[in-house]
């Protein structure tokens, strides 16, 4: 590193600046904006720290005095003093008797960018910069990554799993919102309490204990955000890699992702006209530790689990000190008598974890649901929801937890059910009318969603990447199965459509289907 | 099962009830109650639900004709029917001809509840049901659930890493609050965009470019609900078991809790003068595949990382493909000078994960945060988020995007920042006065915290033990440590107090620790 007096900037080895020059306007480092809110001295500091970074000010470089830079931009002394002072705090300038400030020695050539910057500046604020990274994932990284995960919108047509938002209750929540942010003492903005608002805790267990059945008290009730999050702390709390776990084919895909994370084994369980099919299970694998089942709805093929199969399921649980994790994720939707009780009231030892989310009953983007755990498992629960996250924001659980004790919570799944109804009646109707030997779509007295069967063999994904292109949203029933499932489908949203467009959408979809399955030389046997 | 006629409930054998009795109301299994909002057909179905679970009513019972039942309860013979109809579709009653209607007889007598209830009602609302379960947790969930979890709390004098939250600008809040949820179109209330919503990675970009030096774009932001999961999300996509992680000595908790978490080994590494010292790092083990720093601020010590030490550690990162997890919790509060621009800004071989939290600058019952990962990273920490938990709560995203963009987020730093030097002054001279000899308390130019020496060799955790007893909120440095530190100490916090609760604090804590260190045998050398 040359100490030597004379010009400035002796050493540069700037490509693009030609010359040996004195001034740092003239280098095209330093161009200062005086009609931004950045104070002088910052933009000096930013320029400065930029062009030292990026190698265009190399180790050793002596910079101007602070007397000469304010000279040389037309800023006070104590400007151009602050920026240099910031820059030798952070250690990229070093300050040396007798030879004046210079661009730190210690930062090595090859540490910096060596690349020159077309202006000193930093890199686009809408590209990310391009290394050639190795990526280096852990297995866990490498395997989620793999899982696919779809992101349904109520901008799509016929997208599953989600409720009307157009008829959610804005003004109301509006109120809510504004009257629950008043209420909350300012200590309450603190850290919260990692197993959820206390309130919300109380209004789900008097909810779960009238509506579903479910034996709770607060103490067991977590909230967590959303389904998922509950599904990943189950797995993770409770299984080991390598351990099997039973799951229902077809299934929910938010549950193959969290088994990956925690590298279990996935067994695939089918599933009947009485849902898991137990004895299939115990033959598969004896040595399972976890079952996934959705007894009040399997999801997504809509089946009820028989009492006879949920005790028999308990009867293995409590033999062999397995877990039972009961997704009940829609069953406030029963068009017709009232939804079954949970799975969860009929344990007598202690081995359910039963779960719910508020994304079906409220909107999904509020990310909240909560799980129902044994009072076993309530500390080792609670602290895995502390070290994952801390727990919810606050405001929104006190708003749904108002919504509930006020009772609109239950007005609202009363108006959505009639809604519900009358929109699968006219999906049904109108495939009737439009897909007769292209798409079965029968009725069905649960849920958000049907099944549209397509003929025997046909090839489901095909189908639906055809619909995508047209911006039809339904999923091949074969993107939810582990191992190849006998029939073909695909599962059809309604409940976010309103009637017309689930008319127009059904049209729509008429000639496309017949193509596809043309194609395929398909065709249901009517 | 006896399936002759006869009284009802002749096969009942329920120990608290002596006589045999042929109606519902004497058995005490129905009391209807005219005066809740609970329909009577499903108070009778509530009720015998649970006499079926609980084993009051035995399989194979024959239960009185909807004719009886409606003439005994004095309600209409609809209703009675309504409660049987809904109990035979779950499958608890079967109906046989000649028979009349029975509890199933394929209730196995062991899976039932064998113990009476005393009124046949579902166990207490407030304590939760004991079972003998068998926790059986993974190896994961016993790790975790051993790390200690603190909730710090504004309530509690001096808890640390609290911002003012009585200076909160709660009725600006509530405007954009109102503001962003009229401004939602309903369809965005579906499932948000799991890394983010693109309003608030956008001001978080202009944020990290402009006050922190942070290269990125709006594409390598992700939005977590807080640190804590930014971290477990790295931990989970980069490290598998076994793996070594440089951890700095003191550390933040949360990172132990993750590297369990991911059975990671823990590598401690001491701090000193220059912050994470990289030789000792690279002594201890050369295997490393991560290190956790807290380079602007360390927590909780307060070093600030050397230029030079952050070059070497960015040398070692690109040398051996390993990640560096920066975690810049707090930087935002410095009191002289800028805030040291981040050590990302230096990183040209994309081995840096940046993460910030808004817990300290807005509040923590908010769970919002952030992080920056490098191109190649994306992806897989998109998917690793989205299987996570589906992505943040979309209305709290929008507010604190508009809370940024609109200007308040940089007024409110300067505000605060005036205010928390204010509460440091007041702590240091009033621990000036009234602790002397007993901790010492020097004033530090950033932060949310202090750390007060106690005298060499004295025992730290029970000194904050005392003090917790009274109500102060003082965690022992030896809490923070992974391996044991050369010097005790207690993390207090000021930024949340108001100057003359700190004065209190102070004056109060005076006898405890004189006591404390006496009973230690200790004195701070003057």
Redesign the interface.
Known sequence: MTQGKGPYFINLKVTFVMSKVASFISLGIISLDRNTG?PLH?QI??RL?EAI?SGQLKPGTRLPSVRALAQELGISRNTAAKAY??LL????LESKVGSGTCV?S???DD???SHPRPNGR?????????????????????A??Q?P?L?????QAF?PG?PA??A?P?KL??KL??KC??ELP?????????KGHRSLREAV??YL??AR?V??????III???A??AI?LAV??????G?DAWVENPSYN?IK??LS??QANIVPVPVDGEGFVVDEALARTSQA?LAYISPSHQYPLGVTM???RR?QL??WA?ES?G?ILEDDYDSEYRYS??P??ALQ??D????VIYMGTF?KVL??????GYMVV???????FR??R???????????QAVVARFITEGHFARHIRRMRTLYLQRQRTLVEAARVHLRGLLQVEPHDAGLHLIGWLPQGADDAQVSRRLAGHGIDMPPLSSYAIRPLARAGLVMGYT?MPEHKIIIGVKQMSPILAECLAGQQMQLSA
Do not use: M
């Open positions: 950045t910052r500091y930013e720290y970074i002072a910031q705090a952070e250690g990229y730190t210690i930062l090595p540490l910096l960018y930093a890199p686009s604020a809408t590209q990310p910069e391009q290394f050639e990274t190795r990526p280096c994932l852990s297995d866990r990284g490498q989620i990554a899982i995960f992101e349904h919108s109520p901008t997208s989600l938002v157009d959610f804005f929540w509006e919102l504004v942010w008043r300012f200590n309450r903005l603190g850290y919260p309490n990692a267990t008097g204990r009238a059945g034996r709770c008290t607060p103490e067991q967590t955000n959303g998922q999050q990943s993770n709390v409770l299984l080991n890699p351990d938010g992702a969290a994370n925690a530790r028989s009492l006879a005790l308990l009867q409590q000190d877990w008598g009232y079954l009780a009231g009929l007598k030892a202690g081995r994304s909107f999904p983007a509020l990310r909240l044994p009072p076993a498992l309530i500390e080792p602290a895995a502390a070290h994952a996250d801390r727990g919810a924001s606050l405001l929104e976010s």
